[in-house]
């Protein structure tokens, strides 16, 4: 049964409602299935995004507590509490809002968070309305923390310029792991160094990015309950001084690696 459940609710892809009353024999095959899979194709956000909802509990009980502790955190969370006694299940997700002011941060300074954040998306194709929805957790304010968490992930990517190659996503994860302590990003972390296959990469992965990555993910300001609306105007360094977040880039010692790796708004 447990096999049958996970591989109907992994099939077609990924939902926009929470699935609730999933049996422990199901949840357990589905993260069985999700991970096997996630391991063997690294680019199935989809399954990488179910392990994330079911493993993650405890750590993002964890972030809800950190949250709350921060009154930006707080605001938002009431924000949402406040949709949800109104709508009962509203929309988690701030991406629809936030791909509809691409255009307007791209008018943006170049210096500017907003501007490198666009430009970052825009470089690269991406969408900020494109991140799977969750649908295995069923505490309202834990699946806002994990929408938050995966929304956040490329503004995470803006502040640490990593640009998003094989290398440059699993220096990410192993900061997302650092500052998280969600057992997706660690998985992503400790597998995801499979994918690297030069050996230069894999000495500054070991060498220079995983050691930068650890102590700046642990010293960093609560990046899940930033107000990231009042930043996008600021100069990127700043908002990085203010934010306690550090770029790889004093970490590279050859310029040529820090062109390939770093994306323009880490230079002057």
Not at 218 to 240: C, G, M, N, P
């Amino acid at each position: 049964r447990a096999v049958k459940e996970s591989q109907v609710l992994l099939r077609g892809g990924c939902a926009c409602t929470m699935n609730r009353g999933l049996s422990v024999l199901g949840r357990m095959g589905l993260t069985a299935a999700a991970a096997a899979g996630a391991i063997a194709d690294p680019r199935r956000a989809d399954l990488v995004a179910v392990v994330g909802e079911t493993t993650g509990e405890l750590a993002l009980r964890a972030l809800l507590s950190r949250m709350k502790q921060t009154p930006h955190g707080r605001h938002l969370l009431h924000q949402y509490n406040e949709r949800r006694s109104v709508q009962g299940e509203p929309e988690l997700s701030m991406g629809s809002s936030l791909q509809s002011k691409i255009p307007q941060f791209l008018k943006f300074p170049k210096n500017s968070f907003g501007f490198c954040y666009a430009k970052f998306m825009t470089d690269n194709g991406f969408r900020a309305d494109s991140r799977p929805r969750v649908r295995f957790l069923e505490d309202p304010e834990l699946a806002f923390v994990l929408m938050r968490y995966r929304e956040c992930h490329d503004f995470w990517h803006t502040l640490t310029a990593l640009k998003p190659t094989v290398l440059g996503e699993v220096a990410q994860k192993w900061f997302e792991a650092a500052h998280t302590r969600l057992p997706v990003a660690a998985l992503s972390a400790v597998f995801g160094p499979l994918a690297v296959r030069s050996p230069h990469e894999h000495l500054l992965l070991v060498s220079s990015f995983v050691p930068w990555a650890v102590a700046t993910g642990a010293r960093s300001a609560d990046l899940l309950s930033a107000d990231y609306d009042a930043l996008f105007e600021l100069d990127i360094d700043t908002v990085r001084q203010q934010l306690a977040v550090s770029t790889p880039k004093a970490w590279l010692r050859s310029a040529a690696d820090r062109d390939a790796y770093l994306t323009s708004s880490s230079r002057p």
